[in-house]
T-cell receptor, first 115, second 114 residues
Framework: EAGVTQFPSHSVIEKGQTVTLRCDPI?????LYWYRRVMGKEIKFLLH????????ESGMPNNRFLAERTGGTYSTLKVQPAELEDSGVYFC?????????????FGPGTRLTVL | AQSVTQLGSHVSVSEGALVLLRCNYS??????LFWYVQYPNQGLQLLLK??????LVKGINGFEAEFKKSETSFHLTKPSAHMSDAAEYFC????????????FGTGTKLQVIP
């Protein structure tokens, strides 16, 4: 069974440009999460989808970030316009159920560098 | 709100020595606790999780962790370190019920010295 996949693995952009990150969850997983790790800091929650609906977006830093999950399958995270402080590793995770004990499976991450 | 504190951003052990990575949590409700590992150039992999069953949890690659409510701790151990254990380890907490987000510690980089 394929794991969580993320594309691209690396992205280098100029400040002010737009970048779109993609996440494909494990097939059959209704729950999809985005996290971010800024250099040297902890991994922080951004938001949680249940199917195509945003269940919790309390971690989204500001309105330059837009997450979508059309059709309840893959998800995209767009940053527009990108700022220097957006640099970091963006992780996507998915899980089957919504119970607290359910495991979230993480993708390899997308390393975003904003110059 | 829940939080996790990992003591020591870097830990070095000799090959064959005991590995002990410390994690303390704070949660107002019974927590679910996790240890994840990130090997170089790879994603996060679940090592083990505590979900209110047995307090001693065994994970992959010989790791285990013990949930101690009185100490609010969930330390990760391995009796004998192997070179392949060199990685970054993250302790994480998730509360039962409510939102599903996982709260991570700042991570501990484990170096194994030959």
């Amino acid at each position: 069974e394929a794991g969580v996949t993320q594309f691209p693995s690396h992205s280098v952009i100029e400040k002010g440009q737009t970048v779109t990150l993609r996440c494909d969850p494990i097939s059959g997983h209704d729950n999809l999460y985005w996290y971010r790790r800024v250099m040297g800091k902890e991994i922080k929650f951004l938001l949680h989808f249940v199917k195509e609906s945003k269940q919790d977006e309390s971690g989204m830093p500001n309105n330059r970030f837009l997450a979508e999950r059309t059709g309840g399958t893959y998800s995209t995270l767009k940053v527009q316009p990108a700022e220097l402080e957006d640099s970091g590793v963006y992780f996507c995770a998915s899980s089957y159920a919504t119970g607290g004990r359910d495991t979230q499976y993480f993708g390899p991450g997308t390393r975003l560098t904003v110059l | 709100a829940q939080s996790v504190t990992q003591l020591g951003s870097h830990v070095s052990v000799s090959e064959g020595a005991l590995v002990l990575l410390r994690c303390n949590y704070s949660s107002s409700v019974p927590p679910y606790l996790f240890w994840y590992v990130q090997y170089p150039n790879q994603g996060l992999q679940l090592l083990l999780k505590y979900t209110s069953a047995a307090t001693l949890v065994k994970g992959i690659n010989g790791f285990e962790a013990e949930f101690k409510k009185s100490e609010t701790s969930f330390h990760l151990t391995k009796p004998s370190a192997h070179m392949s254990d060199a990685a970054e380890y993250f302790c994480a907490v998730r509360i039962s019920g409510g939102y599903q987000k996982v709260t991570f510690g700042t991570g501990t980089k484990l170096q194994v010295i030959p």
